[in-house]
Nanobody, 127 residues
């Protein structure tokens, strides 16, 4: 079992930056490092969209093409924490951002593949 809590969302102007964090509480006997992690987002009236994913050690990362190199995913296994650094934010990035965990070796890029989810943090980019 994994409990995930996101933070770092907020209101930012067009072109601004935010850093999201996702802290994991892991069941006894397990470690954060056995979980592939991902970020997804969901705008009002739309489905959950893949943003980025990261492998167990953090050595491999995957990003959605729509990010255009603006977002960076990372993790610190010693702190049970994953991050999403978002730069050059655009109004189209406005959404609730969710972190997800899956006990798989290779990080999935579809929401259906993840077993555990946080409650989300809202990101709003003003034009």
């Amino acid at each position: 079992q994994v409990h995930l809590v996101e933070s770092g969302g907020g209101l930012v102007q067009n072109g601004g930056s935010l850093r999201l964090s996702c802290v994991a509480s892991v069941a006894s006997g397990r470690t954060f490092s056995i979980y592939s992690m991902g970020w997804f987002r969901q705008a009002p009236g739309k489905g959950r969209e893949f943003v980025a994913a990261i492998s167990l050690s953090g050595g491999a990362t995957y990003s959605a093409a729509s990010e255009k190199g603006r977002f960076t995913i990372s993790r610190d296994n010693a702190k049970n924490t994953m991050y999403l650094q978002m730069n050059s934010l655009e109004p189209e990035d406005t959404a609730a951002y969710y972190c997800a965990a899956d006990p798989s070796r290779f990080p999935p890029r579809t929401a259906e593949s993840y077993d555990y989810w946080g409650q989300g943090t809202q990101v709003t980019v003003s034009s």
